[in-house]
């Protein structure tokens, strides 16, 4: 993986870069360097690398079905195009995940949905989504109790977080679910590492207000 | 070691009730990870809180991803605009990409603003380093359906302008065709434009019967070809025998009242 300090003037990163380019090499920076040399074969092979965790982080982003391929092929057209101005400062996910964000973003523009959060707080989604299960649980073949009681609160979480902002989404999803340093997500939202603990903590607050007493019941 | 370091300007339960989420995750350097293991032996709370965490993070990734790579990587290249890769910009900041990338790794943290002022290394500029690499894999892709896009882009142009070239060709015609005069004539129309063309022009009495009249021509092998006209004249054209004779027969019958002979260039 290259490493962030290297520059044009440090001959090992210059070694780095072309043993990164060499076919054999399965590193996303190699495969990256392929697709800027042109190579399609590289960049299909990167695409199927990147479609799962792309496809769920901007499911998560713009809570729009329709939306997730048209902006997940926006990102990587930037990628086929730009791949040649990829930076080594930085891990080629953490440029690609920067790339999805600000897709997402854009694509949720079409809509009237607030990107920072806002404190409005009708109703408890923790209360939303026992209701759903209460629902569900009324299939004539109810689920075992630790099945029931772990299928409600993921359905709270899914409800609590959709009525989330898309900055607090992002943080939890690429925290949670990628594993992303703070570092790393401060880069792909392009904002201050403070920033990011900060929308973390009220992400939690604002999560831990929706999902309700359910929380104290996670798995 | 990058030099991060827990800031205790907080207290060490704020700092690690900020941090308590990547510490769940494991992505804290060594004393980041460090600094917060101390604390939580001595503090039930975030103890209590990190359980809390790692429960959500369980719940909080169940669930894949269906949809089919192959079918949305199909789909991008069928969208994909006849477009060849941008080369690097001479400055990587003058990318939008690299811009916003750059500028969030200065303003993050003290160790990547010692790189601030060096310029980035691209791919493009190792390409450049190593034009042997460069040559090699130039050459290696030539064989590659994308590297022929642009030739491919060029036929399809020349295909749409010649589909084009049929379409208006057709239009052409059509217009053509329709606008012609037409040949086509009402069989009650005033005017015909070949007006039949008979040997005399007959007129019956005014009380002649029409079964009368059908004998009268019968017998004469005449027949009716046009009229009546404004005298109430009927054109006739006599199948056989001599014209001027059977002429002359039809003056004498009484329920004729006028036969007239029609030469050529008369009825038109």
Known sequence: MLKRSQTPADPHAAKAVRRAIDADDDSDAAVLARVAAGDRVAFETLYRRYFPRLHRFLERMTRRPHLVEEALNDTMLVVWRKAASFTAQSQVSTWVFAIAYRKALKAMQRFDEPVADDDDDEESAGGMAQRQSEDHAQSPFPAPDAALLQQQLRAALQVAVARMSVEHRAVIELTYYHGCPYGEIADIMGCPVDTVKTRMFHARRRLRNLIGPRREDLP | ?268
Request: glycine share 6%; aromatic share 6%; with cysteine.
């Open chain 2, 1 to 268: 070691m990058n030099g991060r370091i827990v800031d205790f300007q907080k207290s060490p339960h704020q700092a690690t009730q900020e941090l308590l989420p990547w510490f769940a995750n494991g992505t804290l350097d060594a004393d980041e990870r460090s600094s917060l293991a101390t604390h939580l032996e001595s503090c039930a709370e975030c103890r209590q809180e990190l359980e809390a965490l790692r429960r959500l993070q369980t719940a909080y990734v169940a669930g894949e991803v269906t949809a089919d790579v192959e079918s949305a990587l199909a789909r991008l290249w069928q969208n994909m605009p006849p477009q060849s890769i941008e080369p690097a910009p001479a400055d990587a900041a003058t990318a939008e990409e690299a811009l916003s990338l750059s500028a969030a790794h200065e303003s993050r943290s003290p160790a990547s603003r010692s790189s601030r002022g060096s310029p980035s290394l691209s791919f493009q500029a190792a390409l450049e380093h190593a034009p042997a690499r460069a040559t090699a894999t130039s050459s290696r892709n030539s064989n590659l359906p994308w590297r022929g896009n642009s030739r491919r882009t060029s036929l399809f142009g020349m295909a749409l302008a010649a589909q084009f070239g049929v379409i208006v060709a057709l239009g052409w015609a059509l217009w053509t065709w329709q606008s012609a005069p037409t040949r086509f004539h009402a069989l009650g129309a005033a005017q015909s434009p070949t007006r039949a063309t008979g040997d005399a022009i007959i007129v019956f009495a005014p009380d002649v019967e029409e079964r009368r009249m059908r004998r009268i021509l019968e017998d004469a092998s005449a027949r009716i070809v046009d009229g009546p006209t404004a005298a109430n004249g009927y054109v006739i054209r006599f199948d056989r025998g001599d014209v001027d004779e059977a002429i002359t027969r039809l003056s004498g019958d009484p329920a004729v009242h006028l036969v007239v002979r029609l030469r050529p260039g008369d009825g038109s």
